[in-house]
């Protein structure tokens, strides 16, 4: 497959790691009408749902020439939407499949991002990750027991993906996410280095206090009209509760003590 050579418009690509607030910002982004429709489209649990959304014939996926080349095509023309940026999101643990396909299809190339860059235009990377990784892990852990994982801004659920349980205070299961989650945000951050990428760092804090403000500075970093922001609403509540704030106030004090 030939490199993307014909003007291509510029591209945002999400790096990020669960429960940070990608679905948020996410949807500022479409919702700006300016700013692509970004998606998580390198999932491997996703692409089957994503190639029938494309109608592009699933086969055996892994055969990188039959498949990806017009699933490629679909994915750039879907997370442009009607604007002439292309959005996605990518979690790190999806960042190896995605490598090794591009090198299939763009082979040669000696970096990731020169294979991003070739694949999607010229990217801006925005680097999205949460500073309390205690809650984060809280967040991802009561998500994964009860199957909710995010609900609209008036309440309702938006997206269960099971019917799961009650949720289950677990400290084994946390420091565990815990890790998991330090461990993939500073993978990130070592893979821009490795790069040469200067991203645009967010974080979920300041993105959920201050959504507007936070979409103010990516729509300026992609070379738009930051005014734009101040008409765009999240569409994403929290789910953090009461409960939640329980168990990060325990897991912070137990792990205080016994590091003491």
Known sequence: MNARSDNPPASCIICATPRCGSTLLCDLL???????????????????????????????????????????????KYG???????????????????????????????????????????????????????AQAV???????????????????????????APRYDADELA?????????????????????VVPVCITYEKLSSDPQTTLALVLSALGQDKSIAGSVEPRTAKLADNESLEWVTRFKAERCTQTN
Not at 140 to 164: I, M, N, P, Y
């Open 30 to 76: 479409h919702d700006t009408g300016v700013a692509g429709n970004p998606h998580s489209f390198f999932r491997n649990q996703d692409f089957a749902e994503w190639a029938e959304e494309f109608n592009v014939p699933v086969g055996d996926w892994q055969d990188h020439q039959t498949f990806d080349i017009p699933y490629l095509e679909a994915v750039l």
């Open 176 to 196: 565990r996410l815990v890790r998991e989650l330090e461990d993939q945000d500073a993978a990130w951050t070592g893979w821009f280095t490795r790069q040469g």
């Open 80 to 134: 442009a939407g009607s604007t002439e940026l292309f959005g996605m999101r990518l979690m790190w643990e999806s960042l190896g499949n995605l490598s090794d396909r591009l090198e299939t299809l763009f082979p040669g190339l000696p970096s990731d991002s020169s294979r991003f860059q070739s694949a999607f235009g010229q990217p801006v990377y925005l680097h999205l990750s949460r500073q309390d990784k205690v």
């Open 139 to 165: 967040s991802r852990c009561k998500a994964e027991q009860t199957g909710l994982w995010h609900v609209d801004a008036d309440g309702t659920e938006r997206e269960r993906v099971k019917s799961g349980k």
